[in-house]
């Protein structure tokens, strides 16, 4: 039996790049999309989602924030489960996400990339090693990403930051004759060209040696995979708000 699936920004690149995974599965099926554009698929495509007739197990977004509002009452007042992978949300859309998720099930994430999250567990352990080093992030997506810096990077910061009792100074970028480094920075720089999938880099720069993490997405796919694992496993959950680490941590106890 297929899990029934609503899908947000579905005539978007990622939302194709799910139409496409979902064709070749057996284990999931969309059964309508919601999405201001127009697209071809073979199933319906909604500009409203106040027109949605079909029945659904479970709500994946990767639209925009400005969808967030309608997406978190329509999965609260119909209780289905959301997958939200949208990024550049403010922090009140954060706020309200984990207010809503007191009484619905959402698992939220900036990035379904199953390698990026455990980067970050591996981030979160060795920080406090490297804490005296100078730390650099560099990310690089394609030239039609909307959002800057992104939502990977910022995961990646919060967790080094988190990581450590220390405080830390977040430049964004530097340009001009005097923007020498101070000695708590953490960079965070954004590359924007081509098609570029999802590019990020961790530098610790020691004196006389330099530790680097990287991460390289080489298609969208494994986003849309880490979606549908995503959406599979909320199903099994109360309500509550779930991510990636959730998800890790189940596999590593099996």
């Known amino acids: 039996m297929s ?15 799910i139409t496409s995974e979902v064709s070749n599965s057996s284990d999931f099926k969309i059964v309508a999309g919601v999405d201001n554009s127009t697209g071809n698929s073979n199933y319906p495509v909604y500009k409203s989602i106040k027109d949605i007739r079909e029945r659904s197990d ?27 992978a949208t990024t ?8 309200k996400i984990n207010k809503t998720s007191e ?7 900036a990035n379904m990339s199953f390698g990026i999250n455990v980067l970050m567990k591996i981030l979160k352990e060795i920080t406090p090693l490297l804490k005296e080093f100078d730390i650099e992030i560099v990310e690089k997506h394609h030239n039609k990403k909307v959002d800057s810096p992104s939502g990977t990077a910022k995961m990646l910061k919060d967790t080094i930051v988190e990581s450590v009792e220390k405080e830390f100074n977040i430049v964004y970028g530097r340009h001009g004759n005097n923007t020498k480094r101070s000695e708590n920075d953490i960079g965070v720089h954004a590359i924007r060209g081509g098609t ?15 530790i680097e993490f990287n991460h390289k997405a080489q298609s969208k796919k494994l ?25 890790i941590e189940d596999i590593r106890r099996k």
Do not use: W
């Open 88 to 95: 550049g949300y403010s922090e009140d859309q954060i706020k």
């Open 3 to 17: 899990l029934d699936i609503l899908l947000f920004g579905c005539n978007g690149n990622m939302g194709k790049v």
């Open 103 to 109: 009484k619905t099930t959402i698992f939220r994430t």
């Open 58 to 84: 479970v709500i994946i977004d990767f639209s925009s924030p400005e969808t967030l509002d309608d997406i978190l009452e329509y999965g609260l007042e119909n209780n289905i489960p959301m997958v939200l």
């Open 196 to 210: 570029i999938s999802g590019d990020h880099s961790v530098i610790f720069a020691g004196e006389d040696e330099i």
């Open 223 to 247: 986003f849309a995979q880490g979606a549908l694992k995503a959406a599979l496993y909320i199903m099994k959950k109360e309500k509550g708000l779930y991510d990636m680490n959730n998800l």
